[in-house]
């Protein structure tokens, strides 16, 4: 099943970008030298008597966003491939990872470009994790695939040879989605009134350009479900959250959306908290799908526990699951003690989208052969991790849609008393609506 884009999910990022991101260095288009690593293990039995795969990995890890908020894709698919080479690796062949950070700007990411795809000549790109992908267009022209990236703009609805983690069936012929417009549905809003029973929602946004675009998105889907909508503009500079805590109470709000940064959030908290404001569910994205939450919302325990999250990838605590439970023992080996989050999942998924596209080929191993598999009519789920992804091409835009979805709320009390996400609705792949979609310009 081919999808449309995640409309919260990608305008979100994208409005946190535009609160967060500071005028980064512009002039000169080179990196230092420390921005390209050769990371991972490449030890494999065969790997002496056969080349190397070699895989570039672009993330903006020193950005202005902070470095732990874009580095989850490239550790995990750094987990992954540890774990695959420490098994021979694909055919024989060990996977050598080639990493860059573009330091969050479209000039080092372009800097990134030209350095892995075009001098050391990477065979592919994964787990692609950028602020601004300046480079896509020239990924793109040169045939190389950049598989499970991470669609923080509009690159993977826009160009051939771009797949991102979450599928899409746009042309990508050069322009974004449909003649400018990508479509996102409303399934998101349709679950919360199925799930808690919501009826009113807050929804919380600053003064500022980026997010207030992003809340009339939101605002825009909770009407098309019925929901009655209290709007909430803050200050970006001296936001009043008591202020706001007091409306969405008097109003009777059930659940609050918002389009702010993870510092935003936790002040509502706190002031939520504060004013005794109980809401059925405080909703918040897959950035803030991590296991800091704890420490992050350490303020505001009421709050903390009325956090839901929603996403396109399996719960990375659903310890049950042996698919999750392979990710977070590779994790642990690779990266001891550090938290675990929802886009380390989707870098280890990327990692494995890959190779199962790689091993698919045998020992004639080529990108067009890598791209047929990327391109088949089956969907793809890297062992259920994911929801079925998959890059049909439509020529019409989707007027309704079948979309499914994960969804997790947390509790502090989960994982034996450790804190941490509980899976709601059930199965993912069962937690689907028929919803409109509707359009938006990137």
Known sequence: MARTSRAADRILTVALLGLLLVPVAACGSRLPENAFERRGREGSPSAGSRSPIEVGIISSATSPVGGAAFTGPRDGAEAYFDRLNAKGGIGGRSVKLLTCDDGGSGVGNSACVQRLVEQEKVFALVATTSLDYAGAARVSRAGVPDIGGQPIG????????????????????????????????????????????????????????????????????????????????????????????????????????????????????????AADVRVDAKVTNVQNWTDTVADDYKDAPGCRNALWVTGSSRNHDETGNPAVARFRDAMRDRFPGRPLSQWQLEGWAAAMWFTDAAKSCGAGLTRACVERFMNRARPYTAEGLLLPAGFRRSPRPPATGRSCLSVARWQDRALDGRGGWVTRGGDMTRNCFTVPQLPYRP
Not at 232 to 238: K, S, Y
């Open 154 to 273: 509009a690159a993977y609805d826009t160009y051939p040879h771009l797949y991102g983690i979450h599928g899409s069936s746009a042309p990508r012929d050069g322009e974004p989605g449909w003649n400018g417009l990508l479509y996102g549905g409303t399934e998101v809003y349709r679950f919360f009134r199925r799930e808690v029973g919501a009826r009113t929602a807050g929804v919380v946004f600053y003064n500022q350009a980026s997010s207030a675009a992003y809340a009339r998105l939101v605002m825009r889907g909770l009407r098309a479900e019925g929901y009655r909508v209290v709007p909430e503009q803050v200050d970006f500079a001296l936001p009043n959250f008591a202020a706001v805590a007091a409306d969405l109470r008097d109003r009777g709000t059930d659940v609050v959306f918002d389009a702010m940064d993870v510092h935003g959030n936790t002040e509502l908290c706190k002031a939520l908290d």
